[in-house]
Nanobody, 125 residues
Framework: QVQLVESGGGSVRSGGSLTLSCAVSGYIYSPSCTAWFRQAPGKEREGVAVIDNDGRTNYADSVKGRFTISQDNAKNTLYLQMNSLKPEDTATYYC???????????????????WGQGTQVTVSS
């Protein structure tokens, strides 16, 4: 069974940086994609960044130029490097994985089968 476990969350001031990690176990049939989502209280869970088998990436407009998604297959780990953090980045961050069906739907929650438990990121002004 596929399992995803996030880590690396914490509290930082505006302009600071954090790196989130997601340890992946189990097998996901190719083609696949792995993504980071986030959800703030009272808001919908939204896609932040995605990476597929070939290293193709995409980002939400709100984080483009500030966040970088990457993966280390040897360590079975997904990363999200977050720079220039803003208070509006405050949320619980989740990693997600699933079979790649339609890449254009990467920001849809229903596109992913497997989810981590989440890690909290708090950015103060």
């Amino acid at each position: 069974q596929v399992q995803l476990v996030e880590s690396g969350g914490g509290s930082v001031r505006s302009g600071g940086s954090l790196t989130l990690s997601c340890a992946v176990s189990g097998y996901i049939y190719s083609p696949s994609c792995t993504a980071w989502f986030r959800q703030a209280p009272g808001k919908e869970r939204e896609g932040v960044a995605v990476i597929d088998n070939d290293g193709r990436t995409n980002y939400a407009d709100s984080v483009k130029g500030r966040f970088t998604i990457s993966q280390d297959n040897a360590k079975n780990t997904l990363y999200l490097q977050m720079n220039s953090l803003k208070p509006e980045d405050t949320a619980t961050y989740y990693c997600a994985a699933g079979r790649l069906l339609l890449y254009t739907l990467w920001r849809r929650r229903a596109s992913y089968t497997y989810w981590g438990q989440g890690t909290q990121v708090t950015v103060s002004s």
